[in-house]
């Protein structure tokens, strides 16, 4: 990563610089930037600003008479609408639940990796499992592990005489964190592949000086090693935190948001709201409400790392 | 460095840990994959199969139009794909070699894009759409797919373009070759494995992907593999798990294969667009 940073410094550009090419350079990246701006601008940037308006409307599908301006109506019902309060704690639960985890996992796996061990092609290969799989996938997968008779996890606790014939994703208390774990685990290769880049940055002989002053393990790692990777760690921790909060596929094959709502995560709830109702202004209220809750996450990445800019 | 015998005792038995945790529910599914019914509703299972059988990736064909849906799945991840690296190359490019106020903001665009909750875009989208009677389409779905795919193609190309020395466009500047000429002989032969690996994560996270595919196409046989698979669930959340197994292990190996193919490359472009300077 080192070597990259070096050369994409801007350097000074002699032939550039000179009064005749000027203009085609000054042309060039509108001509180059265009192809990709045209589709943003159109497509992502106009339909976020078109979905924020349509939260002060009473939009819904197939509906005759035009859409009228309602202003924050939304937005006091979904004040009082107790039903989306409980999904978006159930999505704070699951989005910290599943990123701390995620989070400590990882990091011990990369620092693992990061060891002179054998195996480690084989810890290589396996991580890239979950990372490259379809979602759908991964939860069909663990519908299977989780299935009450013909799962291996009931399978094992019944072999270690623990009980084994838990209903895990219909059970009130169980479902959330059953779904956790799967969130963890799909979650996690991606976590240990960025740690374990910000840890290859370290700098071996400063790990190496303060072993030999006699630092124990603990102390070169809050000394030498989290330093180093502290950028990464927060950048992806941050990503991740937002990820999960949005996340759909996972938790929409394994429970569909039951039993009795307990897995019901925000998107969820504003997909049913906008598809199966057709409530697309109100959904699109619900919509707003988590973007405001990913930038509070987001302004506080921000401010961390900032404050952690002096040793960055 | 040295290590104690007993924290490298400790070392392995935590990989061995992390071995298992990552590994078995994947061969899990393979495993239930290969059971015939009987074994799969009698309670003690095990993890080889006793009397393994193909008949549920038979089933499973006849069950749901997996075939199609395949077909579905690979026409809209391969034109989103292409379409969003094509688009994308040249506007990494100008990213990575200056720094203007637009770049800026686009890079900027490329962090926010991240934060929106899908439900926020896929709604007015699902709007639009709708007036270009683009719902239920395949090519509707592309357009989103492309779109989707924008950021982090541009995030990841304008990486790649960071490790492509601008002293060696400057050189060849200096011994007269023009613009063009620059970038088709110097810049893009040292670019293409990076736009390679690009359109094949593109093209793997639009194979993978559900959610808008989910809200977009209505009819069965336009919709893509990972909505089809969501069909071998009931409404009661029963299922054959045969069958669904076999489907859920088919439609996961076109992803393994390519991200096999790509995982080190994936890594460094990351983290190589992730370097601001």
């Known amino acids: 990563m080192t070597p990259v940073t070096e050369v994409s410094r801007p350097a000074p550009r002699a032939p550039d610089r000179s009064p005749r090419p000027r203009r085609a350079v000054d042309h060039g990246p509108w001509f180059l930037v265009l192809p990709a701006l045209i589709p943003i601008l159109v497509l992502s940037v106009g339909p976020l600003l078109y979905g924020i308006l349509l939260a002060f409307t009473d939009a819904q599908s197939g509906r005759t008479e035009p859409t009228r301006w309602i202003g924050t109506l939304n937005f006091q019902d979904l004040l009082h609408d107790t039903l989306f309060w409980e999904s978006f704690r159930i999505g704070l639960v699951w989005a910290v639940g599943v990123t701390v985890p995620q989070f400590l996992l990882a990091l011990g796996l990369a620092l693992l990796l990061h060891q002179d061990l054998k195996l480690r092609w084989l810890a290589r290969a396996l991580a890239i499992v979950p990372w490259a799989m379809p979602e759908v996938v991964v939860g069909i997968m663990w519908r299977l592990v989780y299935n009450t008779d013909a799962g291996i996890l009931n399978e094992t606790l019944r072999d270690l005489g623990l009980g084994g014939d838990r209903d895990w994703l219909s059970g009130l208390a169980t479902a959330l964190p059953a779904v956790i774990v799967v969130g963890v685990w799909a979650g996690m290769p991606q976590t240990t592949v960025a740690l374990l880049a910000g840890l290859q940055n370290t700098p071996r002989e400063l790990h190496e000086a303060a072993a030999v002053d006699g630092a124990g393990a603990w102390r070169r790692f809050r000394t030498v090693t989290w330093p180093a990777i502290r950028p990464v760690a927060l950048a992806i921790t941050a990503l991740n935190l937002i990820w999960n909060f949005n996340s759909f596929a996972l938790v929409y094959v394994l429970t569909n948001g039951g039993p009795g709502g307990r897995t019901r995560l925000p998107m969820l709830f504003a997909y049913e709201e906008a598809f199966r109702y057709g409530q697309f202004g109100y959904a699109a209220a619900m919509g707003c409400v988590m973007v405001a809750a990913v930038s509070v996450m987001l302004a506080v990445f921000l401010v961390g790392r900032l404050r952690g800019g002096d040793d960055a | 460095m040295r290590t104690r015998k007993s924290a490298r005792a400790g070392q392995y038995a935590a990989l061995l840990a992390y071995l298992a945790f990552l590994a078995l529910p994947f061969l899990w599914l393979v495993s239930t994959a290969f059971k015939p019914p009987r074994e799969l509703a009698g309670l003690h299972p095990t993890w080889i199969p006793q ?95 492309v779109v989707w795919a924008l950021p982090f193609a541009l995030w990841m190309l304008t990486g790649y373009v960071r490790a492509v020395p601008a002293e060696l466009e400057e050189a060849a500047a200096v011994d007269g070759a023009g613009r063009l000429r620059i ?95």
């Open chain 2, 51 to 145: 009397d393994p059988t193909l008949a549920n990736f038979r089933q499973a064909f006849d069950e749901q139009p997996l075939l199609r849906a395949a077909l579905n799945s690979l026409l809209a991840a391969f034109s989103a794909a292409v379409v969003a690296v094509v688009l994308a190359t040249p506007m990494a490019y100008v990213m990575a070699r200056r720094r203007t106020a637009l770049t800026r903001v686009a890079s900027g665009w490329v962090v926010v894009s991240q934060a929106f909750p899908f439900v926020l875009l896929i709604i007015p989208l699902f709007l639009v759409l709708k007036n270009l009677r683009l719902i239920d389409s395949v090519p509707g779905l592309v357009m989103v797919y």
């Open chain 2, 183 to 277: 970038l088709v002989s110097v810049t893009a032969p040292l670019l293409a494995p990076g736009i390679a690996a690009t359109a094949l994560f593109a093209f793997v996270t639009a194979w993978n992907e559900f959610f808008f595919a989910l809200v977009l196409l209505k009819t069965p046989e336009k919709q893509t593999l990972p909505v089809v698979l969501t069909h071998f669930i009931g409404a009661e959340g029963v299922a054959d798990l045969g069958p669904l197994a076999a489907a859920a292990f088919l439609a996961t190996l076109p992803s393994l294969v390519v991200f096999a193919i790509i995982q080190r490359r994936i890594t460094s472009g990351m983290l190589a667009g992730a370097v601001k300077n």
